[in-house]
């Protein structure tokens, strides 16, 4: 398969050529060669757009009394990711991506060049939004790898969010202080909420004399970050801004995965495993837990797929009711007669649209401005109550109901993700380093890539209830499709 480098797209159809060939073992072997469309590399932001005259220097790292860089060590602007790699080879390869293009990124990792002197880097790391595991992986990697790579000696924690640029001193940082942050669950900076005042940030960025900055949030967070990034560009100043995607959701686009999800799928198995026995315990038992998941359901997905004791996995993607025929309370009637007990998973922004709510409830709003969600758990648990006491009178019947979102949220990452911080922190100091800026670092098809922050930002990662996974999640659980003829 051949690929040609084009800065513009194309969506040529993939041409095919067929060449035969004999030999002592196959005497008729025939091998197909594709030609896919020329590829568009998405630019990267870097200082020098609108920075004249930066430094160019060597990458202390060649210096390194303990490591000596391997031929082939350092990246160059041609070390390219694609971000679609499957393609039905029978239609024309642009249809195969959607979009009538093949996109790809830039390679994370060490330049040779780098724009940034250490001994006047004053770098400075922020924690926003909502807890997950590996916060203080990511941290502690950041300050270990700017200090024992780079020799960057100026490193600050920005405590309490947004807000704790322009209203908090910073807290300066070093590898022994963070040797066993990693070991804990939350964030040592502490977070929040809102606070964002992009002024009062950016000013305050300036005064304080930081020129790096990593930004560690979800999606709502890389918005802000965004602003920053735009307002340093305006501003023409030499700080470099990237963000480090975090949503224990896993609802952030074009990575594979954000970190901290696997530790919560892993710690949801405990919540459905204590449903499962509660249920199974019980006459007419249901388990019910609700997971995390405002927009997207991966964690009850993935939980799912991994316990085998669901019955029923309900998410934002994929509507349901509760009534009539081909409905969930039929269903239940029916596993309970067939085994006794249930076990149901809901993320949390499912069945937002069947719940009554009123006016004032519609236009609530968080500090981040996000749609206030109903409680779809304790809704769901009195709605099975009334289902079971109108249609079995009398006939005993228990649900329990498990709620494991801020257990989850406030454990320490497990050693993949752990592993994953570690890669996510490495890769964005090397491209802060080497002057890029506006930009996200996160695994594309297993390798990690250099994304421009303002794709991140819009970006989502839903579950395709068309797609493979969710088919596998029908045949394990057997539920109705929950479409109304």
Known sequence: MELAMHPNSSSAPATTTTTTTTDDDNPTSTTTDFSLPPVTLQKLPHLSDYVPNLTALTNPIDRSTFYHPFPGFYLSPSDVILRHILFDLSFAAAAATGSGRLLAYHRAGPRRTIHFDPAAVRAA????????????????????????????????????????????????????????????GGTALATSRGGFDLDKIVNAIEQRGFNQLYVIGGDGTMRGAVKIFREIQRRKLNISITGIPKTVDNDIGIIDRSFGFQTAVEMAQEAINAAHVEAESAVNGIGLVKLMGRSTGHIALHATLSSRDVDCCLIPENDFYLEGSGGLFEFLDQRLKQNGHAVIVVAEGAGQEIIPRTDEQKEEKDESGNPVFLDVGPWLKSELKKWWERDHPGELFTVKYIDPTYMIRAVPANATDNLYCTLLAHSAIHGVMAGYTGFVSGPINGNYGYIPIEEVA????????????????????????????
Request: proline share 6%; glycine share 10%.
């Open 458 to 485: 819009v970006a989502q990662n839903v579950v395709d209830t068309k797609d493979h996974k969710w088919a596998w999640v029908r045949s394990v659980t057997n539920q109705p499709d929950f479409l109304k003829c």
């Open 125 to 184: 790391i922020v924690t926003c939004g909502g807890l997950c595991p590996g916060l203080n992986t990511v941290i502690r990697e950041l300050v270990v790898g700017l200090w024992e790579l780079y020799g960057v000696r100026q490193i600050f924690g920005v405590p309490s969010g947004y807000r704790g640029f322009y209203s908090m001193e910073p807290v300066k940082l070093d590898p022994k202080m963070v040797h066993k942050w990693h070991k804990r």
